[in-house]
């Protein structure tokens, strides 16, 4: 796919990107090797290749889930000025 100077300028039109006709070349060229460089990596044979996460075999160290805080709800809440089942309850703001 190759893109032509009017399809860069319409784009920059389109991206409110004030562009001259010399600007608009140079950005021609470097989009045409963008998509000359996608072009060649669609034509990979990547039949039987497992997608991967990461280019290497890395994996997080997990830990056990298990609780470490206590529940200090109740002290939080004291300061609230109205608290109801544990909720903080707050004026209604829409009618």
Known sequence: MSLSTADIERLAKLARIDID????????????AILGLV???????????MPM???????????E???????HRDHYQ???PAVAAGLYLVP????
Do not use: C, F, Y
């Not at 996460?53 to 830990?63: E, K, N, S, T, W």
């Not at 889930?65 to 529940?71: A, C, F, K």
């Open 92 to 95: 209604k703001v829409i009618e």
């Open 53 to 63: 996460a990461h280019a290497q075999d890395v994996m997080l160290p997990l830990r």
């Open 21 to 32: 006709a010399d600007e608009a070349r140079d950005v021609r060229d470097k989009l045409d």
């Open 78 to 80: 004291r300061g609230a």
């Open 39 to 49: 072009n060649q990596l669609q034509g990979i044979d990547t039949v039987g290749v």
């Open 65 to 71: 889930d298990v609780v470490t805080e206590s529940d």
